[in-house]
């Protein structure tokens, strides 16, 4: 089954302590991409990458890193959250022909920094 | 920075009726438009596009228009049913100005059809 996945779907952490939420996606996709989703803000680009070892920033970087070692990996790194990285995290994936055409959404990860 | 537009908010309707929602972007040379629609607790699902070259497109009660003139591009839905109750969010994909595979979102329209 085509699928993008995520873990973990829920993580409730505390300022600082370093995490690491998994993204992969099975479709052979070239583009991949991390978007936070709050309220009244919709879905904010972190960052996307478009090929193995080619990352680029989003519209809300700050605080976040990524990298791209593998097709089918996309992890999303916080060295060290604060508060208001709490948020619902969506993972997505792109046709490998049409880049970031139609994304394929993971399930969501929502993120708790107390 | 470069930013898309979206009203209404929220928007209720009678089943049966039209919804029509509305973005407008900033970035002229942006290219791609895809509209997703999210239901409560669930993942963003694309339900229609529209490319930089095309006027208006449909897929049975769903269309969607652009005025590239504007920079806007609205989505219509007509005989709107209970289940097309969600969320949904427009896009604007690439431009001269952000680069060219970078998404910016709507912030969203809350649409509910009362039965």
């Known amino acids: 089954e085509a699928q993008v996945t995520q873990n973990p779907r829920y993580l409730i952490t505390v300022t600082g302590k370093k995490l690491t939420v998994t993204c992969s996606q099975n479709?052979?996709?070239?583009?991949m991409s991390w978007y936070r989703q709050d309220p009244g803000l919709g879905l904010r680009q972190i960052y996307y990458?478009?090929?193995?070892?080619?990352?680029d920033k989003g519209d809300v970087p700050e605080g976040y890193k990524v990298s791209r070692k593998e097709k089918r990996n996309f992890p999303l790194i916080l060295e060290s959250p604060s508060p208001n990285q709490t948020s619902l995290y969506f993972c997505?994936?792109?046709?490998?022909?049409?880049?970031?055409?139609?994304?394929?959404f993971g399930p969501g990860t929502r993120l708790t920094v107390l | 920075g470069e930013n898309v537009e979206q009203h209404p908010s929220t928007l209720s309707v009678q089943e049966g009726d039209s919804a029509v929602i509305k973005c407008t972007y900033s970035?002229?040379?942006?290219?791609?438009f895809p509209w997703y629609k999210q239901e409560l607790g669930k993942r963003p699902q694309l339900i229609i596009d529209?490319?930089?070259?095309?006027g208006e497109k449909k897929d049975q009660r769903i269309a969607v228009t652009l005025n590239k003139t504007a920079k806007h591009f609205s989505l219509h839905i007509t005989e709107t049913q209970p289940e097309d109750s969600a969320v949904y969010f427009c896009?604007?994909?690439?431009?001269?100005?952000?680069?060219?595979?970078?998404?910016?979102f709507g912030p969203g329209t809350s649409l509910s059809v009362i039965p």
């Open positions: 896009a604007a994909v690439g431009g001269l100005k952000t680069s060219y595979d970078k998404v910016i």
């Open positions: 479709m052979n996709h070239e583009y």
């Open positions: 990458s478009m090929n193995v070892e080619v990352t």
């Open positions: 529209i490319r930089s070259n095309v």
């Open positions: 970035d002229s040379a942006s290219n791609y």
């Open positions: 997505a994936s792109s046709s490998q022909t049409r880049r970031a055409d139609t994304q394929y």
